[in-house]
């Protein structure tokens, strides 16, 4: 299973906008021109009414034990009448209902935004609502190849404690759909809200959203340009693929040389593809054929159950972290 999205009787815990998703799951897809409310999200992903609550733990009275800790309790989206208990936190924990983070994306449907994709993983405990911001596209070299990028912002939070609400700018590249999560100076593409039951100042934290959203995207397609006006050779290109995944010990496992390999020749068939048509031979074409393979290739292939859905959304700090190291790396390679 490809997704760690939640599902039972044919129902899953996600709907979405447009064509289907790679997984091919979804309780419900809506038109592309559709307007779609925030409620509509919420009811058609599931995400609606589940109650999220703090209940005491209950111990038997043979047991001795002082327990200062609660249960996180909701409603099952399947079968309300079911009860699922989704973490154990400290008294000092509040709760935050779904309906409460999605307020959050009313403030910016206003500024031209509309809602993209919502649902819940990892059984509940973590929930998100992805938003369009069409304002905030770029696009390189827009009288030649006009390489597009889309622009959205990802709020999500989880009810076990282990994250707080979050919001973070996630630009895919139109051609191959693969996120980009390109770390530049002086911009924060993500941020934190304030994780209360009622996420107080929603208006300020949804200008604020705006305010970076826009100012990351100025910065991103100076950046991208940059690169995309850095010619490089195939040569230069296979050096980088080669500094970046280089050859296991000599006194490594079998398996280890046929996986490098594997990793090698995905690489170089991506850069090879349509995908990159225009774009080829620049350090533009380098960086999204790289990112390209750890978004749509690597959970997929490996049946990870959750990898590929965090890779792509941004919320998966390891997989953005690789991107830095890919980013930093091409950029070097240009200023050589």
């Known amino acids: 299973m490809a997704h760690d999205l939640?599902?039972?009787?044919?129902?899953?815990?996600f709907a979405l906008r447009g064509k289907p998703a790679w997984h091919g799951l979804t309780n419900h897809t809506f038109a592309e021109d559709e307007h779609v409310t925030t409620k509509s999200m919420l009811d058609e992903s599931l995400l609606s009414n589940w109650n999220v609550r703090l209940e005491d733990i209950t111990i038997p009275e043979t047991y001795t034990w002082e327990n200062p800790n609660l249960l996180v309790v909701r409603d099952n989206p399947f079968?309300?009448?079911?009860?699922?208990?989704?973490?154990?936190?400290?008294?000092?924990?509040?709760v935050l209902q779904n309906e409460s983070l999605f307020d959050f994306g009313d403030n910016l449907l206003d500024g031209g935004g509309y809602?993209?994709?919502?649902?819940?993983?990892?059984?509940?405990?973590?929930?998100?609502?992805s938003l369009r911001l069409p304002q905030a596209d770029i696009i390189i070299d827009q009288q030649g190849i006009a390489d597009k990028t889309e622009m959205?912002?990802?709020?999500?939070?989880?009810?076990?404690?282990?994250?707080?609400?979050q919001a973070l700018i996630t630009p895919v590249r139109v051609v191959c759909s693969n996120t980009l999560n390109m770390a530049l100076r002086g911009n924060t593409q993500s941020f934190k809200i304030r994780h209360t039951q009622t996420i107080g100042g929603r208006l300020d934290q949804a200008r604020e959203a705006l305010g970076i959203t826009f100012a990351y995207a100025d910065s991103f397609q100076k950046e991208a340009t940059a690169m995309f006006e850095s010619e490089i050779?195939?040569?230069?290109?296979?050096s980088l693929?080669?500094?970046?995944?280089?050859?296991?010990?000599?006194d490594s496992a079998p398996v280890a040389f046929t996986k490098h390999a594997n990793k090698i020749d995905l690489i170089q068939d991506i850069y090879a593809s349509d995908n990159q048509d225009g774009i080829r031979g620049t350090a533009w074409g380098a960086y999204n054929a790289l990112t390209e393979r750890i978004d749509w290739f690597r959970g997929i292939r490996n049946n990870d159950s959750e990898a590929s859905l965090m890779s792509a959304s941004g919320m998966d700090a390891t997989t953005t972290n690789e991107k830095r190291i890919i980013l930093k790396a091409?950029?070097?390679l240009v200023m050589s």
């Not at 079968?79 to 509040?94: I, S």
């Not at 809602?115 to 609502?129: C, I, Q, Y």
């Open 115 to 129: 809602w993209e994709s919502a649902g819940s993983v990892r059984n509940g405990r973590t929930v998100f609502g």
């Open 6 to 13: 939640e599902q039972r009787d044919g129902r899953v815990t």
């Open 330 to 332: 091409v950029k070097e």
């Open 241 to 250: 693929v080669s500094t970046l995944y280089p050859m296991p010990e000599k």
């Open 233 to 238: 050779t195939k040569a230069q290109f296979d």
């Open 79 to 94: 079968d309300p009448a079911e009860k699922n208990v989704l973490a154990t936190v400290g008294a000092r924990y509040k």
């Open 152 to 165: 959205y912002l990802l709020v999500t939070t989880s009810h076990d404690g282990s994250s707080a609400v």
